[in-house]
């Protein structure tokens, strides 16, 4: 009887066994079941949005193409010709006195902080044009009135720097003409350097502000010598060189003050070198000299002579590597960069 009741109870437990079996079971397979729907319905609906997203950059590459085909393209600019097409050769030039920088200005819109290149082509050279000054101003602004179109039409970038000597002191082109160098050179490595005096203005645009080989001068003629060579060998007024010529000689000696010699004494250094000087045609380099009397503060050099002596001795330590002065301002004006200048005094 114990028996029957052990066994009984046995069972009972068992059927509770398997009723706990099954209904795992099922709710295993119900898990299961709901598992895979889920990932099927998953897979199905993002299979339309892979291919909407697709659509939609195709539509979007195809729109792309069709606007890139129909932007005008820039085409990329080529190298100023040898000779501009804007030359217009002689030219006869006016000096009004009513003529005003404002006037200068206007007609210059293309001129900004005393610098211009040309939008049509890339230039041969970028040029710096060095002016030493000091109480020139109307000389200053005949040579800005024709000197900017001048340069225009030859399609060169370049820069006009005019440098002024501060105080009372006995005025030293040359020395002015290294700080101008110096200066121009913190801005923009120029492939050239023109050395301008103020009172020239050039008649003729096919007379290229453009340095060569050798250096070069461009006054061969002007109406004050009958458009003749001043002398034999003579080197002034305007002359230009490149970045590396004018290193080569040292520049300018510091030690002309007065009137006269700096510009044979730049010629000796440059015969040193064993350089020789090019210039143009004569009927090429023509240039007006506007009258004036001599500045007081500039007069003739009777120390010149000796100085021209010994520049064979001293030219490698008297010039651009002994150039010492002050900057006191540098103005960036409409058409010319005003650099101004403490240089010292002759000893």
């Given at each position: 009887?114990?028996?029957?009741?052990?066994?009984c109870k046995?069972?009972?437990?068992g059927?509770?066994?398997?009723l706990l079996?099954?209904?795992?079971?099922?709710?295993?397979w119900?898990?299961?079941?709901?598992?895979?729907?889920?990932?099927?319905?998953?897979f199905?609906?993002a299979?339309?949005?892979?291919?909407?997203?697709?659509?939609?950059?195709?539509?979007?590459?195809i729109?792309?193409?069709?606007?890139a085909?129909?932007?005008?393209?820039?085409?990329?600019?080529h190298?100023?010709p040898?000779e501009?097409?804007?030359?217009?050769?002689p030219m006869?030039?006016?000096f009004e006195?009513?003529l005003?920088?404002?006037?200068?200005?206007?007609e210059?819109?293309?001129?900004?902080?005393g610098?211009?290149?040309?939008?049509?082509?890339?230039?041969?050279?970028?040029v710096?044009?060095?002016?030493?000054?000091r109480?020139r101003?109307?000389h200053?602004?005949?040579?800005l009135?024709?000197?900017?179109?001048?340069?225009?039409?030859q399609?060169?970038?370049?820069?006009?720097?005019?440098?002024?000597?501060?105080?009372?002191?006995?005025f030293?082109?040359?020395?002015?003409?290294?700080v101008?160098?110096?200066?121009?050179?913190?801005?923009y490595?120029?492939?050239?350097?023109?050395?301008?005096?103020v009172?020239?203005v050039?008649?003729?645009?096919?007379n290229?502000y453009?340095?060569?080989k050798?250096?070069k001068?461009?006054?061969?003629?002007?109406n004050?010598t009958?458009?003749?060579?001043?002398?034999?060998?003579?080197?002034?007024?305007?002359t230009a060189?490149?970045?590396?010529?004018?290193?080569?000689?040292n520049?300018?000696?510091?030690?002309?003050?007065g009137?006269g010699?700096?510009d044979?004494?730049?010629?000796?250094?440059v015969?040193?070198?064993?350089?020789?000087?090019v210039?143009?045609p004569?009927?090429?380099a023509?240039?007006?000299?506007?009258f004036h009397?001599r500045d007081?503060?500039n007069e003739?050099?009777?120390?010149?002579?000796?100085?021209?002596g010994r520049?064979?001795r001293?030219w490698?330590?008297d010039?651009?590597?002994s150039?010492s002065?002050?900057?006191?301002s540098?103005?960036?004006?409409?058409?010319?960069?005003?650099?101004?200048?403490?240089?010292?005094?002759?000893s």
């Amino acid at each position: 009887m114990a028996l029957c009741t052990s066994i009984c109870k046995i069972l009972r437990r068992g059927k509770y066994f398997l009723l706990l079996f099954l209904t795992l079971s099922v709710l295993a397979w119900i898990a299961t079941f709901s598992g895979d729907t889920f990932k099927s319905i998953q897979f199905s609906s993002a299979t339309p949005q892979t291919s909407v997203k697709d659509d939609t950059l195709r539509e979007k590459l195809i729109v792309a193409t069709v606007l890139a085909k129909n932007v005008p393209t820039v085409p990329p600019k080529h190298d100023c010709p040898k000779e501009s097409p804007l030359l217009k050769g002689p030219m006869k030039l006016t000096f009004e006195s009513s003529l005003t920088l404002k006037e200068v200005e206007s007609e210059n819109k293309a001129v900004e902080e005393g610098e211009f290149e040309p939008k049509e082509c890339n230039a041969r050279q970028s040029v710096a044009i060095l002016i030493p000054h000091r109480h020139r101003e109307i000389h200053l602004l005949y040579l800005l009135h024709h000197l900017h179109p001048f340069l225009q039409r030859q399609q060169l970038h370049y820069a006009v720097y005019v440098i002024q000597q501060a105080g009372g002191a006995t005025f030293n082109r040359a020395k002015l003409l290294n700080v101008g160098y110096l200066e121009a050179l913190k801005d923009y490595s120029w492939d050239c350097f023109i050395f301008h005096d103020v009172d020239l203005v050039p008649e003729n645009d096919h007379n290229l502000y453009l340095c060569d080989k050798q250096p070069k001068h461009l006054v061969v003629g002007r109406n004050a010598t009958g458009y003749k060579l001043r002398y034999k060998g003579y080197f002034g007024g305007v002359t230009a060189l490149t970045k590396d010529q004018f290193l080569q000689v040292n520049g300018f000696s510091n030690t002309y003050w007065g009137w006269g010699g700096e510009d044979d004494d730049l010629r000796i250094r440059v015969e040193l070198q064993k350089l020789k000087i090019v210039r143009p045609p004569a009927d090429i380099a023509r240039y007006t000299m506007v009258f004036h009397k001599r500045d007081s503060g500039n007069e003739i050099n009777k120390d010149r002579m000796r100085l021209l002596g010994r520049t064979p001795r001293v030219w490698k330590k008297d010039g651009l590597n002994s150039c010492s002065y002050k900057t006191l301002s540098i103005e960036r004006m409409p058409l010319y960069v005003n650099v101004t200048v403490d240089i010292g005094k002759p000893s």
